[in-house]
């Protein structure tokens, strides 16, 4: 166990947030089809997070920006509570790009930047890679160069308690760290994360149609401080976990030695369909939402498990919105709702 004192410390998600970031989906990269098949998801989060909570979205270019803005006021969407930031992207996975941000003990906020090389090299990255330190200049905040870890956001789950939990196959590998030890990692993550305890999880290395090599917002969350968000035994079976994560799953426990109350979401009944009619050949989570202020989104795939997993959400956070936002041709690029979003808590 680390024994370094804690510098600063990551809230858990339900913490109050000033903002949102989004990272918005442009053409430079993956061309016009791939963005124009994502906006419509991400005018839904901001028309639902915008309720609640700034938005800050990070636009490629002013062209761009104009193009957001022009279809924001196209869906009734208030400007007022929208910023931008004008920074070249590679794309949008914000959630594991973007900045992470911390708390130190006055409760003063900063950035902690974490090196992202496009989950080992698999795609281009050194645009994204640039976005935490860009947000630290726009918003005058202290930031902590990191980047000699590489370690994306959905790669980790907090409980904002001192709870870390991953799996070592989406960190603790040769693309993306392979010279660092768990020892050395675990001593960086107690002292810029607040963590106290390590919950690692073997994950799979380059599992089903899946570039992260297993994250664990896929398929388990902290969804308060006091709950872990999974899935069911057979569910964890068919996303490619093992029967000894499985099993560490089941009997995990927080920093204190308090086991964490389970809640199941399931998997989509059937495999999910683009809404451009492409089938993908496998079923969908619902593990990857987001808590908002006063929402929570959650993947939605026009299948008979959307309802399921809205109505099961809705009883864990009891004052919030439950809104359902079509992921269909998201997932096709391999994510859902967190992989797109990233908090930025209040400072105290």
């Known amino acids: 166990m680390p024994s370094v004192h804690a510098a600063t410390t990551m809230p858990d998600e339900t913490a109050l947030h000033d903002s949102t970031w ?12 791939y963005r124009n098949r994502l906006d419509a998801t991400w005018v839904a989060m901001t028309k639902a997070l915008v309720q609640s909570e700034k938005v800050r979205i990070v636009a490629y270019n002013n062209t761009e920006k104009k193009r957001i ?9 208030p400007l007022g509570s929208i910023s931008f930031l004008i920074t070249k992207t590679n794309d949008v996975w914000v959630r594991d790009n973007g900045p992470i941000f911390v708390l130190d003990e ?27 330190i860009a947000a630290a200049q726009q918003l005058g905040l202290t930031s902590t160069d990191l980047n000699k870890i590489v370690l994306e956001g ?34 960086s993550l107690a002292t810029h994360l607040g963590i106290r305890k390590f919950i690692w999880l073997d994950g799979a290395p380059g599992g089903k149609e899946d570039i992260t090599d297993t994250h664990i917002d896929g398929f388990a969350r ?20 093992s029967t000894a994560d499985i099993n560490k799953l089941a009997t995990t426990s927080n920093a204190d030695g308090v086991p964490y109350q389970k809640v199941i979401l399931p998997l989509t009944a059937k495999n999910v369909v683009t809404t451009y009619g492409k089938n993908l050949g496998y079923k969908g989570s619902y593990v990857n939402y987001y808590v908002g202020n006063s929402v929570v989104l959650v993947p939605e795939y026009k299948d008979s498990n959307d309802s399921v997993a809205k109505n099961t959400l809705q009883a864990l956070y009891p004052t919030r919105s439950i809104v359902g936002i079509d992921v ?6 391999g994510g859902m709702v967190h992989c797109v979003t990233q908090q930025q808590p209040f400072a105290n």
């Open 69 to 77: 803005q022009n279809l924001l006021a196209l869906a009734g969407i």
């Open 106 to 132: 006055a409760g003063r906020l900063q950035i902690t930047d974490w090196g992202f090389n496009g989950w080992g090299g698999d795609t281009p990255y050194t645009l994204d890679n640039t976005v935490p």
């Open 222 to 241: 902290f969804g308060t401080p006091e709950t872990l968000v999974t899935m069911s035994t057979s569910d964890l079976q068919y996303w490619g976990i």
């Open 328 to 333: 269909r041709n998201l997932y096709a690029n």
């Open 154 to 187: 959905g790669a980790f789950e907090v409980d904002g308690q001192g709870t870390f939990l991953a799996t070592r196959s989406a960190i603790l590998e040769a693309k993306r760290n392979p010279n660092l030890s768990q020892a050395a990692l675990e001593q």
């Open 22 to 33: 989004l990272q918005w989906p442009h053409p430079y990269t993956y061309g016009l089809s």
